[in-house]
């Protein structure tokens, strides 16, 4: 079964800074790998995923991650964070057979200093 | 986009007795919902997938007597925790993908339930 890492719990960030949060996941196929934000109160929503392509992908609210399959890993960046951003951020990977087979990292909370 | 909803946002319930979470899609229809756990500082874990019209799929571990799921409608799902413990107490989430979209969930606000 597939799962996925992400090592760091908490991070913090200047506005204005950039930013990489990092993933990595373990599958022995092409993996559908996904990043959600959370934020206090509401659900999660999707920012972004890769299935196939190009492996450079742009998502919603300036965030983009890379997929590098020799890395197993799908980070996620942003160039200038905005204090808005300050959220709880889930990379997830699923199995390309199985719809309801996805699975979750352990979430990495970002803060935003002013 | 397309929305999800949870009812209630949080419930305080005494040890014993039952609760239930809806969780609605408001404007797709829905065969298919998931309920996952949250635990504090962790991952969302999958609990089980309800289906409508059929019984709900259990991932191994959870209690499907304890955890009764009810898909009564395309748009409807129910997670009912049955004689509720201290160990019970967590953020449930539900989710929904939507048609012509299998890998695009769509998730609830999640209910934060404690248990006394």
């Known amino acids: 079964a597939q799962s996925v890492t992400q090592p760091d719990i908490h991070i913090t960030v200047s506005e204005g800074a950039s930013l990489e949060l990092r993933c990595n996941y373990s599958?022995?196929?092409?993996?559908?790998l996904f990043w959600y934000v959370q934020s206090p109160g509401q659900g999660l929503q999707l920012l972004l995923k890769?299935?196939?392509?190009?492996?450079l992908v742009q998502g919603i609210k300036g965030f983009e991650a890379e997929f590098k399959r020799s890395q197993s890993s799908f980070n996620l960046r942003k160039p200038s964070v905005h204090w808005s951003d300050a959220a709880e951020y889930f990379c997830?990977?699923?199995?390309?057979?199985?719809?309801?087979?996805?699975?979750f990292g352990a979430g990495t909370r970002l803060t935003v200093k002013p | 986009g397309a929305v999800v909803s949870q009812h209630p946002s949080w419930v305080i319930c005494k040890s014993g007795t039952s609760v239930k979470i809806e969780c609605r899609s408001l404007?797709?229809?829905?065969?298919?919902m998931f309920w996952y756990r949250q635990f504090p500082k962790q991952s969302l874990m999958l609990m089980a997938t309800?289906?409508?019209?059929?019984?709900?799929?259990?991932e191994q571990g959870v209690e499907k007597d304890k955890f009764l799921i009810n898909h009564a409608s395309l748009t409807l799902s129910t997670l009912t925790v049955t004689s509720a413990h201290p160990e019970d107490s967590s953020f449930y989430i539900c989710?929904?993908?939507?048609?012509?979209?299998?890998?695009?969930?769509?998730f609830g606000p999640g209910t934060r339930l404690t248990v006394t």
């Open positions: 989710s929904a993908p939507r048609q012509g979209s299998s890998y695009e969930q769509y």
């Open positions: 599958y022995g196929a092409t993996p559908y």
């Open positions: 890769y299935f196939s392509g190009d492996t």
């Open positions: 997830a990977v699923g199995a390309s057979y199985n719809n309801n087979d996805m699975r």
């Open positions: 404007d797709f229809q829905a065969t298919t």
């Open positions: 309800s289906n409508e019209g059929s019984k709900a799929t259990y």
